[in-house]
């Protein structure tokens, strides 16, 4: 099989998940990720019955390991969004006295075999209560379940480094893979990454080297897939994608797209309620406590980071795959009319881009900035610019609360008024 350009987001939502857009379903991914620019979606959330269910109604096998809409769902659209059967396990368990909430995620080559990781999960806990259903049983043993069941099955830690559902989470998770999956260890190839976090924050971790890190939106609305995805340039099935992925080969496995982590809502350390965000430096001056009421605040990504690195920011391994940090498009969009994200203005010019430029994806990344200039309004065309080159104002997110993003600065839009130039004509 041929190779090809593959961008995969793998990790999503369903609308029987608890906190997703009803919008969430097969036919409307299939068209959003056609925005995008998106080849292969997961499916997420495939031990929830009634996904499930429409899974296997609404979707026929296209390349070995993938699925496509029926014909009659897609409008026969030459080129239809390829489905991997995903989902997101939550697992609560006690260990060595101390409690831990992993999330991992499991990738499934077949339907079938899902539907026999679902029969074995559905003898150990709830099913129908959420598209993420939690578990009680420890990591080592979810990855013995689903190995034992099919060996190229594969299961990703998720979100890697955020405090309350990950693997290396400060409030209830591990200091090692090892620690946490014990004899399965050596089955677990990759891991992701997750907003608050990106590559160059991992690779300061050397126990990560012989690791894959992958990107996805975790997405629980249409708008946010492809966040963040992944780019290869292998096979189109699910063994392709998977191979690139274990091999970490640069020439297979292109790069990574991310979010600016400190856009991630656990970026930093703080209290939500207190409208307080600390930098690790902070929090350790303040014995992790929150100066405002003295309780221990969340400690977030970048100081977990801190604690388990052994080496220095910057570092880089031998044949670390590289990656790409950029801003939706709909986001850019706003902040150049300085309007909100949802308004009709912002809306029309999204879908003008997409037709007269190709996909947010091509857009963002791919487009010379001649030819955005020439179909985009100025301030467009320079914001995009500008999240390109890195040049943006972040106030990181902590405890829950996202990162505020600025492309251009107030002292910006005050020299545009002034008439120094027609940005914002």
Not at 178 to 192: H, N, P, R, T, V
Not at 269 to 295: F, Y
Request: with cysteine; proline share 6%; aromatic share 8%.
């Amino acid at each position: 099989m041929p190779s090809m350009r593959i961008i995969a987001d793998l990790h999503i939502h369903s609308p029987y998940a608890r906190a997703v857009s009803r919008d969430m379903t097969l036919e409307n991914l299939d068209v959003w990720a056609a925005k995008k620019g998106i080849t292969v979606m997961g499916t997420g959330d495939f031990t929830h019955p009634k996904w499930m269910r429409e899974i296997k109604e609404k979707l026929e096998p296209a390349e070995p390991g993938l699925y496509i809409l029926k014909k009659q769902e897609t409008g026969n659209r030459k080129q239809p969004t390829r489905f991997m059967v995903t989902v997101e396990i939550s697992s609560i368990y006690t260990q060595h006295k101390k409690v831990h909430r992993i999330h991992n995620l499991i990738f499934a080559p077949s339907i079938e075999t899902a539907e026999k990781i679902n029969k074995e999960l559905g003898w150990r806990g709830n099913l129908t209560s959420d598209g993420r259903p939690i578990m009680g049983i420890d990591a080592e043993e979810l990855a013995k379940i689903v190995f034992n069941i099919d060996p190229d099955a594969a299961l990703v830690p998720a979100h890697a480094f955020t405090p309350w559902f990950s693997i290396f989470g400060s409030m209830s998770g591990f200091d090692s893979i090892e620690e946490c999956f014990g004899d399965q260890s050596k089955y677990i190839y990759a891991l992701e990454t997750g907003l608050s976090s990106d590559p160059a924050m991992n690779w300061r971790l050397s126990q990560l080297d012989s690791i894959a890190l992958i990107s996805n939106s975790d997405s629980h609305s249409l708008q946010r897939i492809g966040r963040e995805a992944n780019v290869f340039d292998c096979a189109l099935s699910y063994a392709g994608i998977m191979s690139a992925i274990k091999s970490r080969d640069p020439k297979k496995f292109l790069f990574t797209v991310e979010f600016f982590p400190e856009e991630g809502r656990y970026h930093y350390d703080g209290h939500a309620s207190h409208k307080l965000r600390m930098s690790p430096e902070e929090t350790k001056k303040n014995g992790g406590k929150c100066p405002v009421c003295g309780r221990p605040v969340t400690v977030g990504v970048m100081s977990r980071v801190e604690k388990l690195a052994d080496r220095p920011a910057g570092a880089k391994p031998a044949n670390a795959i590289p990656f790409r940090s950029t801003v939706p498009l709909d986001e850019i969009i706003a902040e150049a009319f300085d309007q909100g994200a949802n308004t009709k203005k912002v809306r029309e010019e999204y879908k003008r881009l997409l037709k007269v430029l190709g996909t947010e994806f091509a857009i963002l990344m791919d487009a010379p900035i001649a030819d955005i200039e020439a179909a985009a309004a100025p301030a467009v065309a320079e914001g995009i610019a500008r999240v390109r080159a890195g040049k943006l104002q972040i106030e990181p997110g902590y405890d829950g609360e996202y990162g505020t993003v600025k492309i251009f600065s107030d002292a910006d839009r005050e020299a545009f008024a002034g008439g120094q130039t027609q940005l914002f004509s």
